[in-house]
């Protein structure tokens, strides 16, 4: 039922997000960034698995849609490759990769091939995959964060430099810690893969919350 849900909307663009930390974050940043433009909805709260999202699809997708994000989360080995299979998702955000939940995998190599496994989508586009990731150089990947400075971090938030285009970009945004500025990272590309000037996106992300 959920695949033909998602294969009854015309033209619906679905981001699929993974990471040892930072996925509910960035998933939530970049959903109130794109619904600025576009009508979006994403995954609730911290629901990452395929019956969550599976239940999500089915009861809370509204008929008018343009962007669908979701959260993929693991406890062992094949676990995103099945949400994949479902999703079919045309872009991909793999965030920091680390030894979270090394309990249920045993080793960062399994943690690692488990989370790459959101690459694994058949009509995969584009993906941005963080550079704690060892993967190869392919078209469609685009590694994150380049020339990442993080110029201050206090109780108002962050101020970055980030290389965009081969270009400086500096940025502002309401957010509290260093290790976020990595997270809107993903997000700023993302959103400029979707359309989004530089100048609409230093709009929207200075208003995050």
């Known amino acids: 039922l959920a695949k033909e849900k998602l294969k009854s909307y015309q033209n619906l663009k679905i981001i699929a997000i993974s990471a040892s930390f930072g ?4 998933k939530n940043y970049l959903f109130q960034l794109l619904s600025s433009k576009y009508n979006v909805n994403m995954t609730p709260r911290s629901i990452n698995t395929i019956a969550g999202i599976v239940k999500d699809i089915n009861q809370d997708l509204p008929n008018n849609l343009d962007i669908y994000i979701a959260e993929a989360g693991a ?21 920091v990769v680390g030894k979270q939940h090394i309990e249920y995998f045993k080793t960062l190599d399994n943690i690692i091939y488990t ?6 989508s058949p009509n995969l586009t584009k993906a941005w ?13 685009e590694k994150f964060p380049n020339n990442l ?9 962050i ?4 290389e965009i285009d081969k270009k400086l970009q500096r940025l502002k945004a309401p957010i509290l810690g260093k290790f976020n ?4 990272t993903s997000v700023i590309l993302c ?15 200075i208003k995050l919350k």
């Open 23 to 26: 996925k509910t974050s960035i």
């Open 75 to 95: 406890r062992q080995s094949g676990d995103i490759a099945q949400i994949s299979a479902l999703l079919k998702q045309q872009y991909a955000i793999l965030g």
């Open 115 to 120: 989370k790459m496994e959101v690459l694994q």
């Open 129 to 141: 995959v963080h550079n704690s990731v060892p993967i190869k150089d392919y078209d469609n990947i």
């Open 149 to 157: 400075n993080i110029i201050y971090s206090t109780l108002d938030g």
């Open 159 to 162: 101020e970055f430099e980030l």
């Open 181 to 184: 500025a990595i997270n809107l």
């Open 191 to 205: 959103a400029k893969e979707m359309g989004f000037t530089l100048e609409e996106i230093q709009t929207q992300i």
